[in-house]
């Protein structure tokens, strides 16, 4: 989408030489592109920052199930407020072929591997990907020790590592599988097998301590310690 005829001709040029993107509209103005959003599926977007009435940023916003995004702009600096909306990537105008095709291949890389995601079963998988900053790591499970929710972003702890991600609390609690995770507290999910002792309302991990809230206690309790406890 652009109000640029200019920019929607030579977007259109570029897409027809890349033979894994089909083209299904070219809009100039938010109100036909949600037009299009809603009549069809669509899984990746072009997108101006720069337009009259509604800007592409605010334009994200308003969309319920949003789609891929690639932001095109001729301001470098406005970049930022489209990583911070989880865009795949934003180019600056002009826009050479060399750098579009680069970006659409990043595009398609994260499409395979939302759609082998989505077709496995997370406890069968032994890793996943999280986006930081324009990069994305790979985390096995296995090395994770526990994930803490700041602000509008969470923080993935391994034993080597550190990473922050533009994700929500929720979304990784509902995607983690509930065999390995266990939310202990509404600040923290941590890795059940990596947990080394649970002292009153404590769990240390290594050398972190990680709390335990109140109304948590028992559950947790009950899943990391009462069937495993040797007894007298």
């Known amino acids: 989408m652009d109000d640029e005829p200019l920019a929607r001709k030579g977007m259109q040029e570029y897409i027809d030489e890349v033979d894994f993107l089909d083209c299904r509209a070219i809009c100039e103005n938010t109100s036909i592109a949600a037009g299009v959003l809603n009549r069809e599926k669509i899984d990746l977007i ?17 969309l319920r199930h949003q789609p891929m995004v690639i932001f095109t702009t001729a301001y470098s600096e406005l970049a930022l407020q489209g990583y911070e909306l989880e865009a795949l990537d934003y180019l600056v105008k002009p826009i050479s072929f060399e750098r579009f095709l680069k970006s659409v291949n990043r595009a398609k890389e994260f499409f395979e591997l939302k759609q082998a995601g989505e077709s496995g079963n997370n406890t069968t998988k032994d890793f996943f990907f999280v986006k930081c900053d324009s990069r994305y790591e790979k985390i096995f499970y296995d090395e994770l020790l526990f994930v803490k929710a ?29 065999d390995k995770f266990l939310k202990v507290h509404k600040s923290f999910i941590v890795s059940i097998a990596k947990i080394d002792k649970i002292e009153g309302n404590q769990i240390r991990i290594g050398q972190h301590t990680v709390p335990i809230s109140r109304n948590l206690k028992d559950e947790v309790m009950a899943k990391v310690v009462n069937d495993k406890l040797l007894k007298r």
């Open 46 to 62: 072009f997108l101006d920052i720069q337009m009259p009435r509604m800007t592409g940023i605010e334009f994200v916003k308003t």
């Open 150 to 178: 700041m602000e509008n972003y969470v923080v993935l702890q391994t034993g080597s590592a550190q990473f922050i991600s533009y994700l929500t609390f929720k979304s990784v609690e509902e995607q983690f599988p509930a």
